[in-house]
């Protein structure tokens, strides 16, 4: 009758639990991973937006900070949120998609504006956001 394990089979477990807490380990640090990677694209996610909102024709295919591009039309006080988005460098761009013209029928000497579509894009840090805008002249 055998009352004790052998040493074959002790080690056997071993490796057996040892892969078993490499395996967890690493799922630990993919998840570390990805929880960092997305805490980066939601910080910058909201700046970047409200830049694509505020950019305009000047900013094209120009390089600037985040705070360059929103300063001037927003007062941010706060000082912390300043200094973050100093330190953003974003490329802003613009495309027309396409320019149109209003006719009214039935309204001579009406004369509507005409309006361009475009599509402002912005990207910083590997993300990028498009806005799809109405411009009129």
């Known amino acids: 009758m055998r009352r004790a394990f052998t040493l074959i089979e002790v080690i056997i477990?071993?490796?057996?639990?040892?892969?078993?807490?490499?395996?967890?380990?690493?799922?630990?640090?993919?998840?570390?991973?990805?929880?960092d990677r997305l805490s980066k694209r939601e910080a910058i996610a909201a700046p970047l937006s409200i830049a694509a909102l505020r950019g305009v024709k000047e900013f094209h295919n120009l390089e600037r900070t985040l705070e360059s591009m929103l300063g001037d039309a927003y007062s941010i006080e706060?000082?912390?949120?300043?200094?973050?988005?100093?330190?953003?460098?974003?490329?802003?761009?613009?495309?027309?998609?396409?320019?149109?013209?209003?006719?009214?029928?039935?309204?001579?000497?009406?004369?509507?504006?005409?309006?361009?579509?475009?599509?402002?894009?912005?990207?910083?840090?590997?993300?990028?956001?498009?806005i799809y805008a109405i411009r009129r002249e």
């Open 13 to 35: 477990a071993a490796l057996i639990a040892a892969m078993a807490a490499a395996a967890v380990l690493n799922i630990g640090v993919q998840s570390s991973k990805l929880t």
């Open 78 to 130: 706060h000082e912390g949120l300043r200094r973050y988005l100093q330190n953003r460098s974003a490329l802003y761009a613009e495309e027309l998609v396409g320019r149109y013209e209003i006719i009214a029928e039935g309204y001579e000497g009406v004369t509507l504006p005409a309006f361009e579509i475009v599509v402002k894009t912005i990207g910083a840090e590997g993300l990028e956001g498009r």
